[in-house]
T-cell receptor
Framework: DAGVTQSPTHLIKTRGQQVTLRCSPK?????VSWYQQALGQGPQFIFQ???????QRGNFPDRFSGHQFPNYSSELNVNALLLGDSALYLC????????????FGPGTRLTVT | KNEVEQSPQNLTAQEGEFITINCSYS?????LHWLQQHPGGGIVSLFM???GKKKHGRLIATINIQEKHSSLHITASHPRDSAVYIC?????????FGTGTSLTVIP
């Protein structure tokens, strides 16, 4: 049973570019949450997707957007990249009816130059 | 002020020592999570607590809802326990994370 998978593992982009990160949830899970973890900091909640809709959102600008597909996988899109967007982006999946327990993916390391 | 505060920020222990990491939170929670993050980034969920105490192997997690405080204990610490331990408060709507406690266990 595959856990949460994310792609790519590492990514280097230039300021102003756009990036798409992908997440496949653990088998049987229907909810995906995205987090940004800057170096030396704890993760910060970006948003959560359930039934292909954004259900909750943290304090992130509209440059951060997402999508959830019918197979429950999810994408995180960041437009107009800034240097400060460099971080580890973590995806976590859960089952909405048991939403308190989340399983984390390995993360995508994004570097913006 | 952060919604979740952890202490200490850094901890170095000799192999075999008993370790305690503390977490205080200011938000109302549905559950409190303890997570382990190794170098390279991958996060593993250790415990999810809403009351009382849980034990898994050498790890023990406790929570006091009235005092809004949780502790993670590691008995007979081992170098492979070296990692960052993160406390996260789940309000039911979103998670608030502490900045983590970096633990190094020396052989």
């Amino acid at each position: 049973d595959a856990g949460v998978t994310q792609s790519p593992t590492h990514l280097i982009k230039t300021r102003g570019q756009q990036v798409t990160l992908r997440c496949s949830p653990k088998s049987g899970h229907d909810t995906v949450s995205w987090y940004q973890q800057a170096l030396g900091q704890g993760p910060q909640f970006i948003f959560q997707y359930y039934e292909e809709e954004e259900r909750q959102r943290g304090n992130f600008p509209d440059r951060f957007s997402g999508h959830q597909f019918p197979n429950y996988s999810s994408e995180l899109n960041v437009n107009a990249l800034l240097l400060g967007d460099s971080a580890l982006y973590l995806c976590a999946s859960s089952l909405m009816t048991q939403g308190y327990e989340q399983y984390f993916g390995p993360g995508t390391r994004l570097t913006v130059t | 002020k952060n919604e979740v505060e952890q202490s200490p920020q850094n901890l170095t222990a000799q192999e075999g020592e008993f370790i305690t990491i503390n977490c205080s939170y200011s938000v109302g929670i549905s559950a409190l999570h303890w997570l382990q993050q190794h170098p390279g980034g991958g996060i593993v969920s250790l415990f999810m607590l809403s009351s009382g105490k849980k034990k898994h192997g050498r790890l023990i997690a406790t929570i006091n809802i009235q005092e809004k405080h949780s502790s993670l204990h590691i008995t007979a610490s081992h170098p492979r326990d070296s990692a960052v331990y993160i406390c996260a408060a789940n309000t039911g709507n979103q998670f608030y994370f502490g900045t983590g406690t970096s633990l190094t266990v020396i052989p």
